[in-house]
């Protein structure tokens, strides 16, 4: 696409020709331009074609016998372009995985390189290896080159400035372990087999200072053995420990043994020399010797016995020169052929392999404080992938999904590639979503989390392992405060798993009436304590209340006076009417005004008292018509206004006089 991504390309089938005989295709391209580069495409310029239309032309062997059927295929680059198995693999910890070689379609060696870039899920063709390579695995030297061991009689090291693999030389040994052994200081890379899986002696090479592979010689040379496990000691002197496997006769041998350099020799010559001195037996853990286990770190997965799957594993203990491989916990089903990676929080994931039926499995375990349990199942099964912790970007401490990539589907090699997302700490909705099966507070967790104080959430960002919530922190599930005992339960937790009682002081119930207030707070222990208070002035329910603002508010039937709440009198507001003194009672008639409020008049007819001015100046108001006005600043009109309010002053005292004289 525009922005460099592969999102189609062909893929490179077998041509069959008339005997049935399968051989690789080449391809080349005429008629337009194309990124000839050896680097990954991704994040790159796309070169610009320059024609309209572009020849494919697929090339195959001479020797093949005609007719020879030839198909391309056109796919997506969500899957490798080659089936593969048994393959090397490295990643760089940025964004892409690169597989070398191995075993394709036919039990033919490859010689092709793939990549895979995380950011956008697609695959892209890498420079191939110098020559077809058959199972093989790398071997990276610290602070160095990275090697391609096994499948062929050479070993290839990866040039990152060129992005292309480079043949380093011929080796006597195709088959065994890669591996680094560390002499005086420095790292070496090692190949510890045979030249072919019928060698009946073990065979050390190593790659000198001057460049070059060179055997070393043997003190004592031990029997060779078929797919035997080789893991590095990091005892004083360093060294290598060699267990499992299949001798020449078809036996499995519980008998270990530890290769070590001669430290008598100078740091370029430690590696001429070396002895084989017995190691610990295994016999306690798989009483019929191990083939085919996968390793990590000191762990040993699985593996086969007599041909049958085995569910055992062990891990090797080291203390200073004493090598002990103790039993771990047992698989959740028999495995062999498995995909082992480590990731964070001190977990192994294992995935596929050969099960007990013989087939390749579906399974996906994981390891959890020592036990081993069952993830989500593979979309389709397969033993001997390949398998990747991805790391997000950015870095949160977490890994961004599995990547399980090709392998062995059961006759046939595999191109798919899944990624099993749902890592520990990964948000999530559903225990479906997530590899462990469980989610807890919006995050795939390690278990249920399901505690009232327990939470998988990390204020480090480190989400996915359940813990304690921190003491006084609010509990973010459970802690409901209880109706009936209101002062048992907190909404916070008390930094054990545990909800906090309601806090000393913290009302509980308390009511009030008369100025009696009957308190009841909690004791901090989760129990509501009772007791009564007279207040001065009032309550509010929880407390007395003797201050207020000048006129501010206070309870209901209380007023402010001069700062205080006091309560009110029994007619203390009458609307309309005004008090009667003698019976401290509300008015409900008049006869006069002064029988109504301050802003109300007495109506002599029907004797009820009305919302009025009960005076114009010193004009006492009794019954009839008043006439108001409101101020103008209009000089004109103030003449008139005055002349009526006179008319009406006159008429008023003409009545009250005509009264008088009636009187």
């Known amino acids: 696409d525009a922005e460099g991504t592969p999102r189609w390309r062909v893929r490179a089938p077998l041509a069959v020709d008339s005997a049935k005989g399968k051989w690789p295709l080449t391809l080349g391209l005429e008629g337009c331009h194309a990124d000839t580069s050896s680097e990954p495409p991704w994040r790159r310029p796309v070169t610009a074609p320059g024609s309209d239309s572009c020849v494919l032309k697929l090339g195959f062997s001479a020797q093949a016998k005609f007719p020879v059927w030839v198909d391309p295929q056109w796919t997506l680059t969500r899957e490798m372009a080659e089936a593969r198995r048994n393959f090397g693999l490295v990643y760089d910890f940025e964004s892409q995985v690169q597989v070398m ?6 039990g033919v060696a490859l010689q092709s390189t793939e990549f895979y870039d995380q950011d956008t899920a697609t695959w892209s063709s890498g420079s191939p290896l110098p020559g077809p390579r058959g199972e093989n695995h790398v071997v990276s030297v610290a602070g160095g080159p990275l090697y391609l061991f096994g499948g062929a009689a050479r070993v290839d090291q990866w040039q990152p400035s060129t992005s292309t693999w480079q043949d380093t030389g011929t080796t006597q040994n195709t088959v065994g372990c890669g591996i680094t052994l560390s002499a005086n200081g420095k790292e070496y890379a090692v190949f510890v087999g045979g030249s072919d899986t019928s060698a009946t002696q073990t065979r050390v090479e190593y790659q000198r200072d001057e460049g070059g592979w060179q055997e070393a010689q043997q003190d004592a040379s031990i029997p060779f053995r078929e797919a035997a496990l080789c893991i590095p000691l990091s005892t004083a002197g360093g060294g290598i420990l060699l ?10 041998p519980t008998s270990t043994w530890v290769l070590r350099p001669d430290p ?5 010559e430690q590696l001429a020399r070396v002895a084989w001195t017995p190691g610990p037996d295994i016999a ?10 996968a390793y990590e770190s000191g762990w040993v997965l699985g593996g086969e016995a007599d041909g049958q799957a085995l569910d055992t594993t062990s891990y090797l203990d080291q203390t200073g020169f004493d090598l002990r491989l103790l039993e771990g916990r047992s698989l959740v089903e028999p495995l062999s052929r498995v995909s082992v990676v480590s990731v964070l929080h001190d977990q192994r994931w294992v995935a596929g392999g050969i099960g007990s039926d013989g087939f390749p499995s579906w399974q996906v375990q994981y390891s959890q404080a020592a036990d081993w349990n069952s993830g989500p199942a593979l979309q389709i099964p397969r033993a001997g992938a390949g398998l990747v912790a991805l790391v997000p970007k950015p870095y949160e401490g977490n890994d961004a999904g599995l990547l399980m990539i090709g392998g062995d589907g059961g006759g046939e090699p595999l ?48 989400d996915g392992t359940c813990h304690d919530v921190a003491a006084y922190q609010p509990s973010p599930q459970g802690c409901e405060p209880n109706v009936a005992e209101p002062c048992t339960v907190s909404r916070l937790c008390d930094g054990h798993g545990a909800c906090l009682p309601v806090p000393s002081g913290d009302d509980c119930g308390s009511t009030c009436g008369l100025g009696l207030l009957h308190r009841k707070t909690c004791d901090g222990n989760g129990q509501c304590v009772a007791s009564e208070l007279h207040c001065t002035g009032n309550c509010d329910g929880r407390s007395c209340i003797t201050g207020c603002l000048s006129g501010g508010k206070c309870p209901e039937l209380s007023h402010c006076v001069e700062g205080e709440c006091i309560p009110d009198p029994p007619c203390y507001d009458c609307g309309l009417y005004a008090c009667n003194e003698t019976t ?10 002064s ?4 802003d109300a008049a007495c109506d002599r007819e029907t004797g009820t008292c009305f919302q009025s001015y009960r005076s114009v100046g010193d004009i006492p108001f009794e019954h009839g018509c008043f006439c ?12 008139l206004i005055l002349a009526a309010s006179l008319g009406v002053l006159v008429r008023l005292r003409r009545r009250r006089r005509g009264a008088r004289r009636r009187s």
């Open 101 to 106: 070689g191995g075993i394709g379609v036919g």
């Open 584 to 593: 401290n009672t509300c008015r409900t008639s008049c006869v006069t005004s």
């Open 284 to 293: 306690k853990t798989y009483p019929n010797g191990v083939a085919f286990a």
């Open 595 to 598: 029988q109504c409020g301050p």
């Open 415 to 462: 191109s798919s590639v899944e990624l099993l997302g749902g890592a520990l700490g990964t948000t999530c909705n559903a225990g479906t979503d997530c590899r462990s099966g469980f989610c807890a507070q919006g995050v795939c967790c390690n278990e249920a989390c399901d505690g009232e104080c327990r939470t998988c959430v990390s204020e480090s960002g480190f």
């Open 264 to 268: 008598s020799l100078s740091a370029g």
């Open 628 to 639: 108001g006005c409101s101020v103008s600043t209009d000089s004109r009109r103030s003449p």
């Open 243 to 252: 267990f499992g496997g299949r001798e020449a006769d078809g036996t499995q």
